[in-house]
């Protein structure tokens, strides 16, 4: 490395521009090559560190949001799903709910895409740099119950309130005691009108009484915080799962 290119690499570390060095000397040639202006140089210069800078951030957000999987709006087969609203969920892609702090709502059976939905926002949130956790219910009561045990609940809950997006999957699965409703409503409060939630869920609004052990005041007290600010999708279809073993006779699904 010669004393210029030293220099360099001294100043763009000082100004957080880790990339422009490398830049300097691949956007050269291609300057030469297009007769750029100074201009024209200085710009695209920054523009691809400003690129480089978005794309990093971004993969460090969808690393910390601890996504079980990658899955993305482009990947979701809406023919297959008429019951979703392409444009609907291309709206909900803005993340302008996310601005808000209002929730977003999946419903359905099992297979339908709820999760990949979930996934898809809290990618294009990721995007925007917009912090992304994301969760099932089960987990997250799971880690605050151990986090009071262990005298950490205060961060551990600040883990679930501070990210922009708190996505919690699967409520409903499995159905959860007074004590677990608690630290679930205790979320939800927390982040009301402060955070949004994109929440999946197998069972309607009419069954959340069965998902608190019958605890419908607990129940109501969630939805309604929840529903205040939202955005509720009803998927009604066949599980994509499915499909495939559907076409090839190995499950068929019951008449009626
Ligand atoms: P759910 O959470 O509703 O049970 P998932 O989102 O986990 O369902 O979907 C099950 C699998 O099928 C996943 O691999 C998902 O990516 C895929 N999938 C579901 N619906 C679609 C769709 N409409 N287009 C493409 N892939 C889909
Ligand atoms: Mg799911």
Same mark, same amino acid.
């Given at each position: 490395?010669?004393?210029?290119?030293?220099?360099?690499?001294?100043?763009?570390?000082?100004?957080?521009?880790?990339?422009?060095?490398?830049?300097?000397?691949?956007?050269?040639?291609?300057?030469?090559?297009?007769? &750029?202006?100074?201009?024209?140089?200085?710009?695209?210069?920054?523009?691809?560190?400003?690129?480089?800078?978005?794309?990093?951030?971004?993969?460090?957000?969808?690393? %910390?949001?601890?996504?079980?999987?990658?899955?993305?709006?482009?990947?979701?087969?809406?023919?297959?799903?008429?019951?979703?609203?392409?444009?609907?969920?291309?709206?909900?892609?803005?993340?302008?709910?996310?601005?808000?702090?209002?929730?977003?709502?999946?419903?359905?059976?099992?297979?339908?895409?709820?999760?990949?939905?979930?996934?898809?926002?809290?990618?294009?949130?990721?995007?925007?740099?917009?912090?992304?956790?994301?969760?099932?219910?089960?987990?997250?009561?799971?880690?605050?119950?151990?986090?009071?045990?262990?005298?950490?609940?205060?961060?551990?809950?600040?883990?679930?309130?501070?990210?922009? %997006?708190?996505?919690?999957?699967?409520?409903?699965? %499995?159905? %959860?005691?007074?004590?677990?409703?608690?630290?679930?409503?205790?979320?939800?409060?927390?982040?009301?009108?402060?955070?949004?939630?994109?929440?999946?869920?197998?069972?309607?609004?009419?069954? &959340?009484?069965?998902?608190?052990?019958?605890?419908?005041?607990?129940?109501?007290?969630?939805?309604?915080?929840?529903?205040?600010?939202?955005?509720?999708?009803?998927?009604?279809?066949?599980?994509?799962?499915?499909?495939?073993?559907?076409?090839?006779?190995?499950?068929?699904?019951?008449?009626?």
């Amino acid at each position: 490395m010669n004393l210029a290119e030293e220099r360099l690499e001294h100043l763009a570390g000082r100004l957080k521009l880790p990339d422009v060095p490398g830049l300097v000397s691949s956007l050269a040639q291609e300057a030469a090559d297009k007769e &750029w202006s100074f201009a024209d140089f200085a710009e695209a210069l920054l523009q691809a560190q400003s690129d480089a800078s978005d794309a990093r951030a971004c993969d460090t957000i969808q690393r %910390l949001a601890g996504f079980p999987s990658r899955k993305t709006i482009d990947a979701f087969d809406f023919s297959f799903q008429p019951s979703v609203n392409k444009k609907q969920v291309a709206e909900l892609a803005s993340c302008a709910f996310v601005e808000r702090a209002d929730n977003v709502i999946l419903l359905g059976p099992p297979g339908v895409g709820k999760t990949h939905l979930a996934i898809s926002l809290g990618v294009e949130a990721s995007k925007k740099r917009l912090s992304v956790k994301f969760t099932t219910a089960a987990r997250l009561v799971a880690s605050l119950a151990e986090a009071r045990t262990a005298g950490t609940f205060s961060r551990r809950l600040m883990g679930f309130v501070r990210p922009s %997006l708190l996505i919690v999957d699967e409520v409903g699965f %499995l159905p %959860l005691d007074a004590g677990e409703a608690a630290l679930l409503f205790e979320v939800v409060c927390r982040r009301y009108e402060r955070g949004s939630i994109v929440l999946t869920s197998n069972k309607s609004y009419g069954e &959340w009484g069965e998902v608190f052990s019958g605890d419908t005041v607990i129940a109501t007290a969630i939805l309604d915080r929840l529903l205040h600010h939202s955005t509720t999708i009803s998927i009604k279809g066949e599980s994509y799962r499915l499909k495939d073993k559907k076409k090839a006779g190995i499950v068929t699904t019951p008449a009626g």
